[in-house]
């Protein structure tokens, strides 16, 4: 069973029927039973981080994702959720992730050429490292997916799944062994998507 997390910010209906598409059984639920009782466990996310982490705290949520992570749980964070999953945001002030990936989450905007506009929105490709994480197996170098996001993880390479190019390199997916992310919208991203989707929900511990 694949749970999706429900704690107020997040994508809910486009995420559960992207995985009805591909056959997943899944639930959404603020219950942090429910999270834990789960095979895994999707974190989605839209909106600001320091309001996105104060309602995971308020209801519990954080505490129930952080102990499914670290007893092997499978867990994958989608846009803001995947922001949520590292040490710190500095979106309007520094606020507190989960912890569970080592690095920051740091603004777009001043690190682009001029002439590249922010949010980042859109279709673009992605570019994998040489070892493959299982998520993106069933994909090729250049495919597309679609973003949204003014904000990116400023982690080790080490952590670094995917990246797609923006006038720079920028942290596309990220992956510290049960614990993945996309900072695009598979549920938004067609075929491609879909794929993403379904090799996560294939996963087991």
């Not at 309602?55 to 995947?82: F, H, N, P, W």
């Not at 799944?161 to 510290?176: C, F, H, K, M, N």
Request: proline share 5%; hydrophobic share 40%; net charge negative.
């Amino acid at each position: 069973m694949t749970v999706i997390v429900d704690y107020g910010a997040g994508n809910l209906f486009s995420l559960k029927s992207s995985l009805h598409m591909i056959g997943a059984e899944a639930v959404v639920s603020s219950d942090p039973s429910d999270i834990l009782a789960a095979d895994r466990v999707i974190l989605p996310g839209v909106g600001a981080f320091g309001d996105a982490a104060e309602l995971l705290r308020r209801g519990g949520l954080d505490r129930a994702v952080t102990e499914k992570a670290l007893s092997g749980g499978y867990i994958l964070g989608i846009c803001l959720g995947m922001q949520l999953l590292f040490d710190r945001s500095f979106e309007d002030g520094v606020h507190n992730g989960l912890g569970l990936i080592p690095g920051d989450v740091v603004p777009i905007k001043p690190r682009l050429p001029s002439g590249y506009k922010v949010p980042h929105i859109g279709w673009n490709s992605l570019e994998f490292p040489s070892t493959r994480s299982p998520l993106f197996a069933s994909l090729n170098s250049g495919e597309y997916v679609y973003f949204v996001h003014s904000f990116f993880a400023d982690c080790d390479s080490a952590f670094i799944s995917a990246r797609t190019d923006y006038g720079i390199p920028l942290t596309a997916a990220v992956e510290r062994g049960n614990v993945m992310g996309c900072q695009f919208h598979p549920e938004k991203s067609g075929k491609a998507g879909l794929r993403i989707l379904k090799a996560f929900c294939d996963m087991r511990s």
